[in-house]
């Protein structure tokens, strides 16, 4: 008995039936995909928040500073990566899955690289430029619920302007009613890029990079100070106490 062959038409038919089915399914995988990350980037991120506060314990209430200028550029312990490290098990929490070109920030050539920023509100400096004159404390956080410690942030080469490590409350949308509800730059897009015209201490953004439209509605993982960890959409932090409603500049 001869085997029929498929004809050409019916090769073609079969081929369109995969090429329909492949784009619906493409689409839905990569959501899945991105979300996991998402998942996984805020499980990184109540750690940071956990080692944060086993540092106050060990410290009378004190937050690791975001940055401490007091010292040298050549001391790691300059920003609050290297002062959490001996409270976490892996580096690899410091990192956002999503994120590229991220990693470790182990001293201060590589702030840049850093995909998850901590507050600049805790950063000590005593000539006050790019922080206060005295360090933060668990004291200053009057609602922890509402407060955020960490956030998503642009992450790429220091050369390039790129502050991963931290982002700044304080260089953003300021609020005329509460100051505590000014809120720093972000956007679903990298504004380290948008805005390369301005020196890297008046970037230092929050990225949404979690499903990014490129029109806000990208979400940005964020850590609260009461340990609690929730997604925001960029337009939703920009509207301020018409959307997230949370305090960014807590002192």
Not at 42 to 59: G, K
Not at 62 to 88: D, F, K
Not at 116 to 126: E, K, R, V
Not at 192 to 198: A, P, T
């Amino acid at each position: 008995m001869r085997e029929r062959a498929f004809t050409l038409l019916e090769l073609l038919v079969v081929m369109a039936i995969i090429a329909t089915i492949a784009a619906i399914l493409l689409p839905v995988l990569s959501q899945a995909r991105e979300r996991a990350r998402m998942t996984g980037c805020l499980s990184n991120a109540r750690q940071l928040a956990l080692a944060v506060y086993t540092y106050t314990q060990d410290y009378d209430e004190a937050l690791p500073p975001s940055t401490n200028y007091a010292v040298p550029t050549s001391v790691p312990e300059r920003i609050w990566t290297r002062l959490i490290q001996p409270y976490v098990r892996d580096t690899g929490i410091f990192v956002c899955p999503s994120a590229s070109g991220s990693g470790f920030p182990a001293d201060w050539s590589q702030r840049g690289i850093g995909s998850m920023g901590y507050t600049a509100a805790t950063a000590y400096d005593p000539a006050e430029r790019e922080g206060f004159a005295s360090p933060a404390t668990l004291l200053h956080i009057e609602e922890p619920a509402r407060t955020p410690l960490f956030g998503d942030t642009a992450s790429g080469p220091t050369a390039q302007k790129y502050r991963g490590y931290v982002f700044d409350p304080y260089v953003g949308q300021p609020n005329s009613v509460d100051p505590r509800l000014g809120t720093p730059l972000v956007a679903d897009r990298d504004l380290v890029l948008e805005l390369n015209h301005l020196p890297p201490a008046q970037l230092k953004p929050l990225y949404a990079r979690h499903f990014a439209t490129g029109d806000n509605r990208g979400l940005a993982t964020l850590i609260l100070a009461d340990g609690h960890a929730k997604t925001y959409s960029a337009a939703s932090i920009l509207a301020q106490e018409r959307g997230a409603n949370l305090l960014w500049r807590f002192r």
